[in-house]
């Protein structure tokens, strides 16, 4: 039955045009529930090149088709972007919050003539699933080694991990761990809490109960990392003096607002800060915020939508318009720019992309508006986690 289904499934894509004069991109993301918030950053990101390139490639017009996964449905992903192939004739997959949604999909994409730019999900894994996918992202291996290292400078010995039980936060573990015992540090005990934990104040006080003198946290940026930081708080932990150090999907620019005073100095690293200070970045805001309306919800999925619309761009380009799904992933191997982010390129082996990752503290700007501050650059990060991906 598996046979026949993909078998119906190719003659599908092989009765569908070879090119198009509009080149339909399919976007899968949480644009409603939950997460819904971080959808409308990668529609903001994309409306926003959108908005400064045209939606014009070529002379192709450019549609995007959004599809809505309200939390990680690996089901409905697959479903969804089996549609957007074969009934919206989409040339590209694009977008995808979660990690089991964008691993669902891969198996269509060779079939389909069609490559996926993961503009979030963050397991080093996906990009060994297929050969056509490429991130504009990152992954939690990026951006969780640096901390490791900043937290035995800061003379840190011993700490517990606490993760959410799915695949970026295992991958932020294993991180932390191996990056931490390399410079001579002890993980005490490491929780996977499931990723619908919304009650945080019992696993505060295992880490009081711990004998650790911090805490490396992650959980996917949404209503459960703001519970989380409001817990580190009310429990006790920080007045305490046990440290907090994070990635930055515990300290969305979004939630900045809510976390107020109580914020700030809490450290965390990350690839972007709105805040990030370059002439690119400043007109990169100054778009999204017009985009997505209320410029205070802008945070990190918008800059990781906005550059997978420039390497899509690249792609149709390179292909001429034209469907060739191959063609188009070996014209972005090596492909090098000046991201609001930063300087950023895609490693032409594996797919993903490297780039500086920031140590950041909460604090306040001129204004006094709270902001991710960038204290500390490491230049050129790829991805430690590739290593560690069972071939």
Wanted: proline fraction near 6%.
């Amino acid at each position: 039955m598996k046979r026949l289904i993909m078998t119906a499934f190719a003659i599908a894509i092989l009765s569908s045009a070879a090119y198009a004069d509009t080149i339909k991109i399919g976007v899968i993301g949480p644009f409603s529930g939950p997460f819904a918030l971080q959808g409308k950053n990668f529609k903001a990101g994309i409306d926003a090149w959108l908005a400064v390139n045209g939606n014009e490639i070529g002379g192709n017009d450019i549609q995007i088709v959004y599809r809505d996964v309200p939390q990680a449905d690996p089901a409905q992903s697959k479903s969804l972007a089996q549609e957007l192939i074969v009934r919206e004739g989409v040339q590209y997959l694009a977008g995808f919050y979660f990690t089991p949604d964008a691993m669902a999909a891969t198996p269509l994409l060779q079939q389909g003539n069609v490559p996926m730019v993961v503009m979030n999900a963050a397991t080093s894994s996906i990009v060994t699933a297929s050969p056509y996918v490429v991130r504009t992202s990152f992954t939690m291996w990026q951006n969780t080694t640096p901390i490791a290292k900043v937290a035995k400078d800061q003379g840190v010995t011993k700490v517990i991990t606490l993760v959410s039980d799915y695949g970026p936060g295992i991958d932020a573990e294993n991180a932390f761990k191996t990056a931490f015992e390399k410079e001579g540090g002890q993980v005490v005990e490491a929780i996977r809490m499931p990723l619908s934990t919304n009650d945080f104040a019992p696993l505060m006080q295992r880490v009081k109960d711990s004998g650790a003198e911090a805490l490396f946290s992650f959980l996917p940026s949404g209503p459960p990392t703001l519970a989380f930081v409001k817990a580190y708080n009310d429990n006790g932990l920080k007045a305490a003096g046990i440290k907090f150090f994070a990635t930055g999907d515990l300290t969305p620019e979004s939630d900045l607002p809510a976390l107020g005073d109580a914020a700030l100095g809490l450290t965390t690293t990350y690839h972007y800060a709105v805040s990030h200070d370059s002439p690119e970045n400043k007109a990169f805001v100054a778009a999204a915020e017009k985009a997505i309306g209320n410029p205070a919800e802008l945070t990190f999925p918008a800059v990781g939508a906005y550059d997978g619309m420039y390497v899509i761009s690249r792609m149709i380009e390179a292909t001429g318009g034209k469907k060739d799904a191959k063609k188009a992933i070996e014209a972005v191997k090596g492909l090098a720019w000046t991201s609001p982010r930063g300087p950023v390129a895609i490693d032409p082996e594996s797919r993903h992309i490297t780039q500086n990752v920031y140590l950041r503290e909460v604090a306040r700007d001129e204004s006094g508006k709270y902001i991710n501050k960038e204290i500390q650059t490491f230049e050129k990060q790829g991805d430690p986690g590739l290593a560690f991906v069972k071939k």
